[in-house]
T-cell receptor
Framework: DAGVIQSPRHEVTEMGQEVTLRCKPISGHNSLFWYRQTMMRGLELLIYFNNNVPIDDSGMPEDRFSAKMPNASFSTLKIQPSEPRDSAVYFC???????????FGQGTRLTVV | DAKTTQPPSMDCAEGRAANLPCNHSTISGNEYVYWYRQIHSQGPQYIIHGLKNNETNEMASLIITEDRKSSTLILPHATLRDTAVYYCIVRIPSSNTGKLIFGQGTTLQVKP
């Protein structure tokens, strides 16, 4: 298995533009997490899906952020409109809902200028 | 999930054992202790987990005190590639609503 696949690896965009980050979880995993990491705030959980259903989105910073999981093999995190303070590394992770370890992707480094 | 406390940073000489402590004094009976690490510019990586017995795998050993209020992750022969941020997390593994919450972790610097 190729592991959790995130795209793009790097994204540079201008303030106000829409940004879409993509994640393909490991096949068979039915829990998916989106995290954001910055120097100031560390690794923050944004949203958590179980069986494609959002279970907890309390970490989503504001209405500009939205996440979807239309099927078991794909999820998106969208920021519209983007702002410079959204600059961070965004990680996606997946695991079996009753399993123990979560597997993380390599992350998407987002820079909003 | 119970809160954990870790020292912000530690140094270790290459080839020596690295002992990373974690306090989780409010842990409940069905919560496990998990350790992850994050090497620079990569996603976090699972290391090991345990409930109350000591655990060992190919990466590390986990020692949990009898009262389960603290634990220690041991890297028996640290290498330069073990330089990373190490996170101690306490949670219930089989919970379908279980979130994986990371604290600030311990930055381990392995020095030659």
């Amino acid at each position: 298995d190729a592991g959790v696949i995130q795209s793009p690896r790097h994204e540079v965009t201008e303030m106000g533009q829409e940004v879409t980050l993509r994640c393909k979880p490991i096949s068979g995993h039915n829990s998916l997490f989106w995290y954001r990491q910055t120097m100031m705030r560390g690794l923050e959980l944004l949203i958590y899906f179980n069986n494609n259903v959002p279970i907890d989105d309390s970490g989503m910073p504001e209405d500009r952020f939205s996440a979807k999981m239309p099927n078991a093999s794909f999820s998106t995190l969208k920021i519209q409109p983007s702002e410079p303070r959204d600059s961070a590394v965004y990680f996606c992770a997946s695991r079996y809902s009753s399993g123990t370890e979560a597997f993380f992707g390599q992350g998407t480094r987002l820079t909003v200028v | 999930d119970a809160k954990t406390t870790q020292p912000p940073s530690m140094d270790c000489a290459e080839g020596r054992a690295a002992n990373l402590p974690c306090n989780h004094s409010t842990i409940s009976g069905n919560e496990y202790v998990y350790w992850y690490r994050q090497i620079h510019s990569q996603g976090p990586q699972y290391i090991i987990h345990g409930l109350k017995n000591n655990e060992t795998n190919e990466m590390a050993s986990l020692i949990i005190t009898e009262d389960r209020k603290s634990s220690t992750l041991i890297l028996p022969h640290a290498t330069l590639r073990d330089t990373a941020v190490y996170y101690c997390i306490v949670r219930i593994p089989s919970s379908n609503t279980g979130k994986l919450i990371f604290g600030q972790g311990t930055t381990l610097q392995v020095k030659p």
